[in-house]
């Protein structure tokens, strides 16, 4: 029963992605990138939003730094 569990636990998050599937979050997800309704600066580019860019660290070794 404990392993049944588990197995419907481990699947439950396939389960929520495929319904969310057509967001723009899942697409961000799942491509790496999403293309945003705003143009670039030019105009004419599409503006694009990498997850790297959001799932990006920053670290500090500065005392002044608040924890």
């Known amino acids: 029963m404990n392993f049944l ?6 699947d439950f998050d396939e ?5 969310t599937r057509g967001e723009p979050m899942a697409e961000l997800i799942r491509n ?3 293309e945003l309704p705003e143009k670039e600066e030019d105009g004419k580019t ?3 939003i990498q ?3 959001i799932l990006k660290l920053q670290v ?8």
């Open 15 to 19: 389960t929520f992605f495929m319904t």
């Open 32 to 34: 790496g990138e999403l």
């Open 5 to 10: 569990a588990l197995v419907i636990i481990a």
């Open 60 to 67: 500090t070794t500065s005392k002044d730094a608040r924890p």
């Open 46 to 48: 599409p503006k694009k």
């Open 51 to 53: 997850l790297d860019e």
